[in-house]
């Protein structure tokens, strides 16, 4: 079982930044491999936002290239949201996703999802 905790999210204007993080707790018996992030406006599909491998490899929606970063710390299990020059279109619920299990069984856990909200 892994539980997924997100924290991070709020209230920011056009142009600013926020940094989402989500920490991951497994028993010793479950490895967590690719983490990532998606989000959902109100009446639009969950979206992929990026994604990074327990070995660094980072995966980026076009719409957040060059403004959004992702990064992991294994040691933590936490992976973290750089989100800069934020635009409105950018608000919606944050998940955090992780990829879990043991070499014969894997799934996915989500996190409860926290509130970005790009606004002036």
């Known amino acids: 079982q892994v539980q997924l905790v997100e924290s991070g999210g709020g209230l920011v204007q056009p142009g600013g930044s926020l940094r989402l993080s989500c920490a991951a707790s497994?028993?010793?018996?479950?490895?967590?491999?690719?983490m990532g992030w998606y989000r959902q406006a109100p009446g639009n599909q969950r979206e992929l936002v990026a994604s990074?491998?327990?070995?660094?490899?980072?995966n980026y929606a076009d719409f957040v290239k060059g403004r959004f970063t992702i990064s992991r710390d294994n040691a933590k299990n936490t992976v973290y949201l750089q989100m800069n020059s934020l635009k409105p279109e950018d608000t919606a619920v944050y998940y955090c996703?992780?990829?879990?299990?043991?070499?014969?069984?894997?799934?996915?856990?989500w996190g409860q999802g926290t509130q970005v909200t790009v606004s002036s």
């Open positions: 497994a028993s010793s018996s479950t490895t967590i491999y690719t």
């Open positions: 990074i491998t327990s070995g660094g490899t980072t």
């Open positions: 996703n992780a990829g879990a299990g043991t070499p014969y069984y894997r799934r996915s856990y």
